[in-house]
Structures are given as structure tokens and as C-alpha cells.
């Protein structure tokens, strides 16, 4: 199994940055696919992105397309959601997901989960 740590989180300013990680645990880091997903107070948690094993490719919801970036490290365990232009409406805790299968945006697909940090962003 995998432990999952994020950081990153704070509270930040409509039109700024952050730069969230997420810390995983293990020496088996390149096997798991990774990923991104969010949930505001009386919403659903929804996926906000994903990266392949190998950085081979990377798939985003609409709503952050052109807007936030994943990347991953796998020499160091760390995967990374860049996230400019921040709007009000990006506010939300952010999770950090892994599974060994399945590259995806669907939640049920992912079995390994961060404790989540918490992305302010005020008008």
C-alpha cells in the first residue's frame, strides 16, 4: 500500500498561485496513477486531474484546463498540482489520490487517499 501526505494549501488572493505536493510513501511510487480531486462544503468530491505512471500523458476537468498543471517526480515520490489564475470558486479542500490501475478521473477507480489541504482563494 501507499501513504499519501499533501501540503501546499493556504489561503491565497482571486488571480494568484499555489503550488500544492503530495508526499507517497513506499519505494513502488512509479507504479500508481495519480491524482487530483477537490470538494467544496455541500458538494460532491470531483476530479480535478490525473498523470499516467511515467508522465506519459496527463488529463484535466474543464473547469481548470489551461489553468493548472500536474506534474509527478517519481525520484522523489511527489506528485504536484500547479494551480494559477485562482478563482473563488477553486476554493475547496484538494485530495491527493493513487491506484494501480486505472488512469481516470472517476473517484471509484482510486483506492488510496490523502488526508486532503484546504485552497482559500478570496475575491
Known amino acids: 500500500q501507499v501513504q499519501l501526505v499533501e501540503s501546499g494549501g493556504g489561503l491565497v488572493q482571486a488571480g494568484g498561485s499555489l503550488r500544492l505536493s503530495c508526499a507517497a510513501s513506499?519505494?513502488?511510487?512509479?507504479?500508481?496513477?495519480m491524482a487530483w480531486f477537490r470538494q467544496a462544503p455541500g458538494k460532491e468530491r470531483e476530479f480535478v486531474a490525473a498523470i499516467t505512471k511515467t508522465s506519459t500523458s496527463t488529463t484535466y476537468a474543464d473547469s481548470v484546463k489551461g489553468r493548472f498543471t500536474i506534474s509527478r517526480d517519481n525520484a522523489k515520490n511527489t506528485v504536484f498540482l500547479q494551480m494559477n489564475s485562482l478563482k473563488p470558486e477553486d476554493t475547496a479542500l484538494y485530495y491527493c489520490a493513487a491506484n494501480e490501475i486505472y488512469f481516470s478521473g472517476f473517484r471509484v477507480h482510486y483506492n488510496y487517499w490523502g488526508q486532503g489541504t484546504q485552497v482559500t482563494v478570496s475575491s
Open positions: 513506499g519505494r513502488t511510487f512509479s507504479n500508481y496513477v
